[in-house]
């Protein structure tokens, strides 16, 4: 089974850059997932990592070591809109080729403030 | 291209009533994904299929659920009788064949039992 960790809240200040930690205990690993979700919405895909190392999307960048079982999402440049829940996510590898259930973290809820 | 599609976006019912969830997946996605998230809880797996088929039930509670995607299209999830600890929200998500590719959520039914 897969045990997902990551902070319940955090708070940063319009402008900054805040990093949302996220680490992982799995019994099989075939990709890491950040969604971002405002209340009452779908979560929205942000980032893909199956590989170690920083992948970088604009203002928002997600961070793999498999062998730490450790992910960050950095977000820079913070706007207000960025207030939302951060949901780290692991998936299963089926082993079938064919895509396989997700794993949640409780997700972090980050308020940016003025 | 329209995204993932659940109906009703809020149900409420009574302890012992029948209530189905709908979700209509992306078009041409054959993996269609239920989840569900209790009250203060992660987002939790529980049933995947690929098209018409069930590749992944593990995360169903009870046999008070069941799922269906007659013709691998649209997905329903019946849940008969209700108990009061299945109030929560239910999120379906689609996505391409293959290992790579990332899930789209749709915006989730929150369902109410009194």
């Known amino acids: 089974g897969q045990n997902i960790d990551q902070p319940t809240e955090m708070t940063a200040t319009e402008g900054a850059i805040v990093q949302i930690n996220c680490t992982y205990q799995t019994s099989g690993f075939n990709g890491l997932f950040w969604y971002q979700q405002h209340a009452g919405e779908a979560p929205t895909f942000l980032s893909y990592n199956v590989l170690d190392g920083l992948e970088e999307k604009g203002r928002f960048s997600s961070f793999l070591s498999r062998s730490k079982g450790y992910s960050y999402l950095l977000l820079k440049e913070l706007q207000m809109k960025d207030s939302a829940s951060y949901l780290c996510a692991v998936r299963d590898w089926a082993g079938t080729g064919t895509a396989s259930k997700l794993t949640f973290g409780t997700g972090t809820r980050l308020q940016v403030t003025l | 291209e329209a995204g993932v599609t659940q109906f009703p976006s809020h149900s409420v019912i009574e302890k012992g009533q029948t209530v189905t969830l709908r979700c209509d997946p992306i078009?041409?996605?054959?993996?269609l994904y239920w989840y569900r998230r209790v009250m203060g809880k992660e987002i939790k797996f529980l049933l995947h299929f690929v098209k018409e088929s069930k590749q992944d039930e593990s995360g169903m509670p009870n046999n008070r659920f069941l799922a269906e995607r007659t013709g691998g299209t649209y997905s329903t999830l019946k849940v008969q009788p209700a108990e009061l600890e299945d109030s929560g929200v239910y999120f379906c998500a689609s996505s391409r064949l293959g290992g790579e590719t990332e899930a789209f959520f749709g915006q989730g039914t929150r369902l109410t039992v009194v």
């Open positions: 078009s041409g996605h054959d993996n």
